[in-house]
């Protein structure tokens, strides 16, 4: 299957070392990026270079496109792939708000290109370790979560047009997304407090209240401020405590029978298992690992916690047919 990656800063160029080096069944084919550095990076991986992303898209030799960029671009890139009948997997967040991530999908879905989002926490072995650990927990009653990263150096990620907003946006959407996969429950409502610490214009931190299906509450906590990173998780059962970090790759559980039960996990990529699931579904052999409904959902979420910052109050999470 031929790959073009559009967008091979940071984040694309990760996903373009993974096909390389990781992924012997995949083949990157081209990349698109606008500066002329992306003819050096076609060089050293051994494929096409285009200035235009358009031109990747139309380019016969791609099968399926990967786009890392901005999200305020991704519902042009994405409209394109639908013209040409291209699939598509696009980093998370899905758009810059709730409207354009819905668009995005219902134009997809309508003329039957396949979406999926880049939610790649989601393969992160504690995140699935916890997930698997819960229904023996008994009842889940409460949640506490957070992301805690260094200040972003991309001077983008603080500017309103291509960013859409700050941490609540960029890095929550990963957190929401991975508290529906460990528990099976969607975030209803939210009641947020947001500000900017250390940025100009977007948030740098978030604290958010949580009401989930089936009466769970909590807690998420997400910012960029601190040079040490953190990725706790903690869910309050009828039959203890179920805890983990996805940063230290830790995992525990806490029971009445006062016999707690610890888990480790060595750094994995997470892209890896996310592109070799993406192709099983691209070649009919498996469902989409991460349906563009979830990443819609991980949008309205974070468009519920903006509106809560500014108004005050709690705010009722967007629900989408599709």
Not at 146 to 171: C, F, K, M, Y
Not at 216 to 237: M, Q
Request: some cysteine; hydrophobic content about 40%; proline content about 6%.
């Amino acid at each position: 299957m031929k790959i073009g990656i559009i967008g091979t800063g940071r984040h694309g160029s990760r996903y373009a070392g993974h096909i390389v080096n990781d992924c012997p069944s995949l083949e990157l084919t081209a990349i698109a990026r606008r500066s002329p550095s992306g003819r050096e990076q076609a060089r050293s991986w051994q494929c096409r270079w285009f200035a235009d992303w358009r031109e990747l898209i139309a380019c016969r030799e791609v099968d399926a496109v990967i786009c890392a960029v901005p999200p305020a671009e991704n519902q042009a890139i994405a409209d394109c792939c639908g013209d040409y009948n291209k699939p598509l997997l696009v980093e998370k967040p899905l758009a810059i708000n709730g409207d354009g991530a819905a668009a995005m999908v219902r134009r997809l879905h309508r003329r039957g290109v396949a979406l999926t989002v880049g939610q790649t926490l989601r393969y992160n072995p504690v995140i699935k370790r916890l997930r698997e650990y819960l229904p023996a927990m008994g009842r889940l009653y409460t949640v506490y979560a957070n992301q805690r990263l260094e200040p972003s150096t991309l001077p983008w990620l603080d500017e309103p047009a291509a960013a859409g907003a700050g941490v609540t946006l960029h890095i929550a959407v990963h957190v929401f997304d991975a508290l529906h996969v460990i528990t099976g429950l969607k975030i209803t409502r939210v009641a947020a407090s947001c500000r900017s610490v250390l940025t100009k214009q977007l948030e740098d931190l978030a604290l958010i209240r949580v009401e989930m299906e089936d009466g769970v509450t909590g807690l998420v906590e997400i910012s960029k401020l601190s040079p040490v990173r953190s990725g706790r998780y903690e869910l309050v059962c009828s039959a203890g405590l179920l805890h983990g970090d996805q940063i230290l790759g830790q995992v525990g559980r806490e029971s009445g029978d006062g016999k707690p039960v610890s888990d480790c996990f060595s750094p994995t990529p997470t892209i890896v298992p996310l592109l070799q699931d993406w192709q099983r579904f691209l070649e009919n052999r498996g469902p989409n690992p991460v349906p563009g409904e979830d990443g819609l959902y991980a949008v309205r979420v974070a468009e519920a916690c903006l509106q809560s910052s500014i108004g005050g109050g709690w705010v009722e999470v967007a629900v989408d047919s599709v």
